[in-house]
């Protein structure tokens, strides 16, 4: 039998801390649950959290939320090279990075420490340090909301792009993924060093394997990045943008030291990080919603923070860069 709670505050369920309230809420166990659930909440409005790591609730909802909380790691195939993993959407993302550690298969070391649900990740297509999760993915089964049906969709189908998917667009509000299948390799693993402030924490260490790229991972966003535990944040709340190079040509005239980074024969990635700290913006705090003293890109809830105070500091942010840089700043976080 199926039990909603009435009432639910939110706020031990999103990295940022924000109270807000949910008139419904079930967590879902099985992909039987979920099926139950949805057939129950036809035609009415529900929505779907994971870790809670990449939203800003701004407002009480006033439908169903969902939690997803299957769990389940499983080897489906394997050879002397690689190993076909096959992990239920409610999986902690950095349990599985570290089941995989343990395991010594190779792929996603770069990716420790990644807040979030496994079943969130393909929608963001998350990454960090040089790679992305495209890199391991192999699959994932969604369930279409509408039909109750299940389809798998493999690599070549998921549009996958810059912190983007199609998930996130085509598919959004479509359908849940309930079951995420990766690629990952066994000894010997070609380990993805090509992040400059990579190379540098791995210079000294004398022996190079994926244990010690999540070691410097670790050390690198622990000393720059805020714990969810500690300050209320989502990470980072703003994509880098991409620009012309004709835009970063006149943004060189006055100021020569912008960093960027090649994307193709047309356009250049630029650190917002870099934009919002070139403004002075890095460390600035608005009652308890601010921008991290160490990272300029994460915005932080001190303790008290409404998820509208955090927005309006993300507006007033983008306002100056805009109006400074021409640059337009959109967020990665999801907007609720």
């Given at each position: 039998?199926l039990v909603f709670k009435k009432d ?99 792929g996603v070391e770069n990716l420790v ?135 970063l040509v006149d943004l060189q005239n ?83």
């Amino acid at each position: 039998m199926l039990v909603f709670k009435k009432d639910v505050s939110l706020q031990a369920f999103n990295t940022f801390g924000i109270e807000a309230h949910t008139r419904q809420f079930i967590s879902i166990d099985s992909l039987s649950t979920l099926k139950e659930v949805l057939e129950k909440l036809k035609n009415t409005p529900f929505r779907v959290l994971g870790g809670g790591s990449n939203i800003l609730l701004t407002e009480d909802y006033e439908g169903t939320t969902l939690l997803m909380d299957t769990k389940g790691i499983q080897i489906l195939d394997e050879n002397q090279r690689e190993v076909l993993v096959q992990v239920q959407a409610g999986e902690n993302w950095h349990k599985f990075v570290s089941w995989c550690l343990d395991n010594d298969y190779g792929g996603v070391e770069n990716l420790v420490l990644i807040p979030g649900s496994v079943g969130a990740a393909p929608i963001q297509n998350i990454g960090a340090y040089g790679v992305e999760l495209q890199s391991v993915f192999h699959s994932c089964e969604v369930l279409d909301i509408d039909t109750l049906t299940l389809k798998n969709y493999t690599k070549d189908h998921c549009q996958f792009g810059y912190r983007t998917s199609l998930f996130k667009t085509v598919l959004k509000n479509k359908c849940i993924i309930t079951q995420v299948q990766f690629k990952l390799q066994k000894v010997p693993h070609q380990l993805q060093l090509s992040y400059s402030v990579l190379k540098e924490q791995l210079q000294n260490h004398p022996v190079q394997n994926i244990q010690s790229v999540a070691q410097a991972v670790s050390s690198i966003r622990r000393s720059k990045l805020p714990d969810p535990k500690e300050i209320g944040n989502s990470g980072s709340f703003f994509k880098n943008p991409i620009i012309t190079h004709s835009h970063l040509v006149d943004l060189q005239n006055q100021n020569p030291q912008i960093p960027y980074y090649p994307i193709d024969i047309h356009s250049v990635k630029v650190p917002a990080g870099w934009l919002i700290e070139s403004l002075g913006l890095k460390g600035i705090r608005k009652g308890d919603a601010g921008v991290h003293k160490k990272q300029a890109l994460v915005l932080v809830n001190y303790g008290s923070a409404s998820g509208k105070e955090i927005l309006d500091l993300a507006k007033e942010i983008q306002k100056q860069v805009w109006d400074t840089y021409r640059i337009s700043l959109e967020t990665e976080v999801n907007i609720f």
